[in-house]
């Protein structure tokens, strides 16, 4: 132990002498481990960190998917639930959860709470308790006047100042009094941290019952496997479930399945195999970093070669020089592994800072025991492995290492190769990230590009759910509305508005697929009718949006309930439904909302994205608000007013109008459309991030390997200039040197790239499995940094005199 503490003193008085090698070496490092420690704790947090729920190995998500239709929604009916329930054998316990919104009316205080429908079980099964109160009961879920809330914590505190004799306190929701029974933890996080309230689902009465029927798949299922029941087994009943369903249901569950998945990864769900990928590239990066800085202590190794021959003839043995290789190495990978940890503390908080909410799980990013570990056990593999690295230089005898002289010292044929190697994995890695990097760049490029169908400059949308006496009066919902558009349009500096139900943003539209039938097929109400998406609006919606009609009318005030029922429909459902027909004036038939409903196409619209910017156009109609008066409906505008101005003139005209309701948020379509991409600009940035580190890297290090390669033959350079040869010719025979390294190098970068861009491509939208382009300029891109790197050590060598050189050995 005292020779271990011995070796450490001497490793801090060696490394303070060379403060340049100390610095360079200590900031690679903590470059390196830094980022991947930053990444790491987004990917234990999101990931790997438990959920913390009670046994939740065997808990599981139910979500509805249609293969045939390549559709898959997280939700599923609610009678849908209740069947699974009361038949299963595989599950002893289901439990669900379904977001809704709800007005909070306390005297001087109205607000719109994110609240959530739960079965009365599902806290229960999953182990969570309230922090005050009573959770919820089974008698709880029988719709009757005794109705119940929980709190959320961060809800108690706001809005009852954390009062504890709220429990048992009546409350005004938009649909009457309910009495808070308890107060949940403050890190509950179900369905997110984002939820303030919860009900039972007999809170529903049944005006609302109808609207949770076989329509909008809205609730998602939770499981919990009875004992010695594996995932394989609860599948295949869930998949009898599906046939059964179809068969009673054919227009709502024909060609619908149910599937099962562990909870966790339902959670995750898209962000898994992202995450995976940054943290995979990030670990390039370390690779970067760990060759650079074992070709500096390869360097420092050769230059110590006559104190280390001192020290074996003075008798020191093999394992005790190694020994104090080793203890060196691990002192650098100490002071760098600390300063990596300062630098991820800072990249983490920026990560989450500019993290666009695509990562679920977030707040369970940070700095726990097993990022600490992680950081503490690669350092410590890290140091070892570089002070085996060290150690295998050969220390050559005491009387060699005095022959050979200060200036001749260090470089076995075998260890340039080493050195060279190195630099070769270098451009290997940074050209596989500059290629996930720009696969990524041009993927979102080619997506931003795409047509979404609409105008989306100027056109803001704002969020209204209406509540009280709207929820019954389906009179006063139609008059509400239509004064609130005719209102904003009288605003100045808004051209024009009308109602959707939800912006034309893709992916954005209500989560129902309506079956239908055109010309021919089957009827609307059998199995294998087609589906379409849909949304509700008002007179003015396209012209608002800047989608073109291309045949027929828009629709007009004339269009009221009592008015025929009309339907727009967009240019694909004319052309699937009416194929080689006019469909202007023809009857569509749907099934929605349990009804049979038949419908004259009044108007066909260009198509808008409703599923995403990659997906192809899906037929869809549109429907007039006030023959589908929904509770909850956007304002659309256009506007040469900016969104501060405008959200405020919106919100007062709104409260003018009836000031118990309120507009929860105003976007911009622009900004709307630019976050359908938030994902793929996110890990772009990263990548590109990480791309540029490594560039940087690897320049760096090949210029350093061969600005040594080039001092250690400076004799053999003066010999060359000597004997007759030119300075250009000693550039190109320095350079010749870096092809003969950098294209072998090139070549396995792009098999690597090759397998990476496959990642991407079936992960990321947009990216093409092999991109010849991308694949090229990177190659390019690279080949002529690394021909770059090595000019200084070229021009370096063609300026050698041969007089000093000679004299120097």
Same mark, same amino acid.
């Given at each position: $132990?005292?020779?271990?503490?011995?070796?450490?003193?001497?490793?801090?008085?060696?490394?303070?002498?060379?403060?340049?090698?100390?610095?360079?070496?200590?900031?690679?490092?903590?470059?390196?481990?830094?980022?991947?420690?930053?990444?790491?704790?987004?990917?234990?947090?999101?990931?790997?960190?438990?959920?913390?729920?009670?046994?939740?190995?065997?808990?599981?998500?139910?979500?509805?998917?249609?293969?045939?239709?390549?559709?898959?929604?997280?939700?599923?009916?609610?009678?849908? %639930?209740?069947?699974?329930?009361?038949?299963?054998?595989?599950?002893?316990?289901?439990?669900?959860?379904?977001?809704?919104?709800?007005?909070?009316?306390?005297?001087?205080?109205?607000?719109?709470?994110?609240?959530?429908?739960?079965?009365?079980?599902?806290?229960?099964?999953?182990?969570?308790?309230?922090?005050?109160?009573?959770?919820?009961?089974?008698?709880?879920?029988?719709?009757?006047?005794?109705?119940?809330?929980?709190?959320?914590?961060?809800?108690?505190?706001?809005?009852?100042?954390?009062?504890?004799?709220?429990?048992?306190?009546?409350?005004?929701?938009?649909?009457?009094?309910?009495?808070?029974?308890?107060? $949940?933890?403050?890190?509950?996080?179900?369905?997110?941290?984002?939820?303030?309230?919860?009900?039972?689902?007999?809170?529903?009465?049944?005006?609302?019952?109808?609207?949770?029927?076989?329509?909008?798949?809205?609730?998602?299922?939770?499981?919990?496997?009875?004992?010695?029941?594996?995932?394989?087994? +609860?599948?295949?009943?869930?998949?009898?479930?599906?046939?059964?369903?179809?068969?009673?249901?054919?227009?709502?569950?024909?060609?619908?399945?149910?599937?099962?998945?562990?909870?966790?990864?339902?959670?995750?769900?898209?962000?898994?195999?992202?995450? %995976?990928?940054?943290?995979?590239?990030?670990?390039?990066?370390?690779?970067?970093?760990?060759?650079?800085?074992?070709?500096?202590?390869?360097?420092?190794?050769?230059?110590?070669?006559?104190?280390?021959?001192?020290?074996?003839?003075?008798?020191?043995?093999?394992?005790?020089? #190694?020994?104090?290789?080793?203890?060196?190495?691990?002192?650098?990978?100490?002071?760098?592994?600390?300063?990596? &940890?300062?630098?991820?503390?800072?990249?983490?908080?920026?990560?989450?800072?500019?993290?666009?909410?695509?990562?679920?799980?977030?707040?369970?990013?940070?700095?726990?025991?097993?990022?600490?570990?992680?950081?503490?056990?690669?350092?410590?593999?890290?140091?070892?492995?570089?002070?085996?690295?060290?150690?295998?230089?050969?220390?050559?005898?005491?009387?060699?290492?005095?022959? @050979?002289?200060?200036?001749?010292?260090?470089?076995?044929?075998?260890?340039?190769?080493? !050195?060279?190697?190195?630099?070769?994995? @270098?451009?290997?890695?940074?050209?596989?990230?500059?290629?996930?990097?720009?696969?990524?760049?041009?993927?979102?490029?080619?997506?931003?590009?795409?047509?979404?169908?609409?105008?989306?400059?100027?056109?803001?949308?704002?969020?209204?759910?209406?509540?009280?006496?709207?929820?019954?009066?389906?009179?006063?919902?139609?008059?509400?509305?239509?004064? &609130?558009?005719?209102?904003? !349009?009288?605003?100045?500096?808004?051209?024009?508005?009308?109602?959707?139900?939800?912006?034309?943003?893709?992916?954005?539209?209500?989560?129902?697929?309506?079956?239908?039938?055109?010309?021919?097929?089957?009827?609307?109400?059998?199995?294998?009718?087609?589906?379409?998406?849909?949304?509700?609006?008002?007179?003015?919606?396209?012209? =608002?949006?800047?989608?073109?009609?291309?045949?027929? !009318?828009?629709?007009?005030? !004339?269009?009221?309930?009592?008015?025929?029922?009309?339907?727009?429909?967009?240019?694909? #459902?004319?052309?699937?439904?009416?194929?080689?027909?006019?469909?202007?004036?023809?009857?569509?038939?749907? %099934?929605?909302?349990?009804?049979?409903?038949?419908?004259?196409?009044?108007?066909?619209?260009?198509?808008?994205?409703?599923?995403?910017?990659?997906?192809?156009?899906?037929?869809?109609?549109?429907?007039?608000?006030?023959?589908?008066?929904?509770?909850?409906?956007?304002?659309?505008?256009?506007?040469?007013?900016?969104?501060?101005?405008?959200?405020?003139?919106?919100?007062?005209?709104?409260?003018?109008?009836?000031?118990?309701?309120?507009?929860?948020?105003?976007?911009? #379509?622009?900004?709307?459309?630019?976050?359908?991409?938030?994902?793929?600009?996110?890990?772009?940035?990263?990548?590109?991030?990480?791309?540029?580190?490594?560039?940087?890297?690897?320049?760096?290090?090949?210029?350093?390997?061969?600005?040594?390669?080039?001092?250690?033959?400076?004799?053999? $350079?003066?010999?060359?200039?000597?004997?007759?040869? +030119?300075?250009?010719?000693?550039?190109?025979?320095?350079?010749?040197?870096?092809?003969?390294? =950098?294209?072998?190098?090139?070549?396995?970068?792009?098999?690597?790239?090759?397998?990476?861009?496959?990642?991407?491509?079936?992960?990321?939208?947009?990216?093409?499995?092999?991109?010849?382009?991308?694949?090229?300029?990177?190659?390019?891109?690279?080949?002529?940094?690394?021909?770059?790197?090595?000019?200084?050590?070229?021009?370096?060598?063609?300026?050698?005199?041969?007089?000093?050189?000679?004299?120097?050995?």
């Amino acid at each position: $132990m005292e020779s271990v503490w011995y070796d450490v003193k001497l490793a801090v008085r060696s490394f303070l002498k060379k403060p340049g090698f100390l610095a360079i070496t200590i900031l690679t490092f903590a470059l390196g481990i830094g980022a991947n420690t930053a990444i790491f704790s987004v990917v234990h947090g999101v990931i790997l960190a438990p959920l913390g729920y009670k046994d939740e190995a065997r808990l599981q998500a139910i979500s509805s998917v249609n293969p045939s239709e390549d559709l898959e929604f997280r939700g599923n009916f609610l009678p849908d %639930f209740w069947y699974w329930r009361e038949n299963s054998r595989t599950f002893d316990e289901m439990a669900f959860h379904g977001w809704r919104s709800w007005t909070l009316q306390e005297p001087g205080h109205v607000e719109r709470v994110e609240s959530v429908a739960v079965s009365a079980n599902l806290f229960g099964m999953l182990g969570i308790q309230p922090a005050l109160g009573r959770g919820f009961e089974p008698e709880d879920e029988i719709p009757g006047p005794g109705r119940v809330v929980l709190l959320s914590f961060s809800l108690w505190q706001r809005v009852f100042g954390g009062d504890p004799s709220v429990l048992g306190r009546s409350v005004n929701l938009d649909d009457g009094p309910v009495t808070i029974i308890g107060v $949940m933890p403050a890190d509950t996080d179900v369905p997110s941290r984002r939820a303030e309230l919860w009900r039972p689902v007999g809170y529903l009465e049944q005006y609302e019952q109808s609207a949770f029927g076989r329509e909008e798949r809205d609730f998602r299922v939770i499981g919990h496997l009875a004992e010695g029941v594996g995932l394989g087994t +609860s599948q295949a009943e869930m998949g009898r479930f599906a046939e059964a369903l179809a068969e009673s249901f054919p227009a709502t569950n024909s060609g619908w399945e149910a599937k099962v998945q562990p909870l966790r990864e339902h959670i995750v769900g898209d962000a898994e195999v992202p995450l %995976f990928i940054a943290f995979a590239a990030v670990g390039l990066v370390l690779l970067i970093a760990c060759t650079n800085i074992a070709n500096l202590l390869l360097v420092r190794a050769m230059g110590r070669e006559r104190e280390m021959a001192v020290r074996q003839a003075l008798g020191a043995g093999r394992r005790r020089l #190694l020994q104090q290789q080793i203890v060196e190495s691990l002192v650098l990978t100490a002071v760098g592994g600390f300063a990596g &940890l300062l630098f991820a503390a800072w990249l983490s908080q920026l990560l989450l800072a500019y993290e666009p909410g695509i990562l679920p799980r977030k707040e369970g990013i940070g700095f726990d025991v097993p990022v600490l570990l992680f950081a503490f056990a690669a350092s410590l593999v890290i140091g070892i492995v570089f002070g085996l690295v060290s150690a295998l230089h050969r220390v050559p005898s005491l009387s060699g290492a005095l022959k @050979q002289g200060g200036a001749q010292i260090g470089g076995s044929r075998r260890q340039n190769r080493l !050195r060279m190697g190195l630099v070769g994995a @270098q451009i290997a890695v940074a050209l596989t990230l500059l290629v996930g990097a720009g696969l990524l760049v041009k993927g979102l490029h080619k997506l931003s590009r795409v047509d979404p169908g609409f105008r989306p400059d100027g056109v803001y949308a704002s969020h209204i759910i209406l509540g009280g006496r709207y929820r019954r009066d389906l009179e006063a919902r139609r008059v509400y509305f239509k004064q &609130l558009v005719e209102n904003v !349009r009288a605003l100045p500096g808004v051209s024009d508005a009308a109602l959707s139900t939800t912006p034309p943003i893709p992916g954005m539209g209500i989560k129902i697929e309506v079956p239908y039938r055109g010309a021919e097929g089957p009827l609307a109400t059998e199995a294998g009718a087609p589906s379409a998406a849909f949304r509700v609006i008002g007179p003015g919606y396209f012209e =608002t949006i800047g989608t073109p009609l291309l045949r027929g !009318r828009d629709f007009t005030d !004339r269009d009221t309930q009592d008015a025929p029922p009309v339907v727009i429909i967009n240019n694909t #459902l004319a052309e699937r439904a009416f194929p080689g027909e006019a469909p202007i004036g023809r009857q569509l038939e749907l %099934f929605l909302y349990g009804e049979t409903m038949e419908l004259e196409v009044i108007g066909v619209s260009a198509d808008t994205r409703f599923a995403g910017l990659d997906q192809a156009t899906r037929p869809a109609f549109f429907l007039v608000h006030p023959q589908m008066p929904f509770l909850g409906i956007a304002v659309v505008a256009r506007t040469s007013l900016g969104p501060a101005t405008y959200g405020a003139t919106l919100r007062r005209t709104a409260t003018a109008l009836d000031p118990s309701q309120l507009v929860l948020r105003v976007e911009s #379509l622009e900004e709307a459309l630019s976050g359908t991409l938030a994902m793929e600009r996110f890990y772009s940035i990263l990548l590109g991030l990480f791309a540029a580190v490594a560039l940087t890297l690897a320049a760096s290090g090949i210029y350093g390997v061969f600005a040594y390669w080039v001092r250690q033959r400076q004799r053999e $350079m003066g010999l060359r200039i000597a004997l007759g040869a +030119s300075p250009s010719e000693i550039r190109r025979l320095v350079l010749s040197r870096g092809v003969a390294v =950098t294209f072998p190098s090139l070549v396995a970068g792009l098999a690597t790239a090759l397998a990476l861009s496959k990642a991407l491509s079936s992960t990321f939208r947009g990216i093409d499995a092999v991109d010849p382009a991308v694949l090229a300029a990177a190659a390019v891109a690279l080949g002529c940094v690394a021909m770059a790197a090595c000019i200084v050590p070229a021009r370096q060598a063609a300026k050698v005199q041969p007089t000093r050189a000679l004299r120097s050995e």
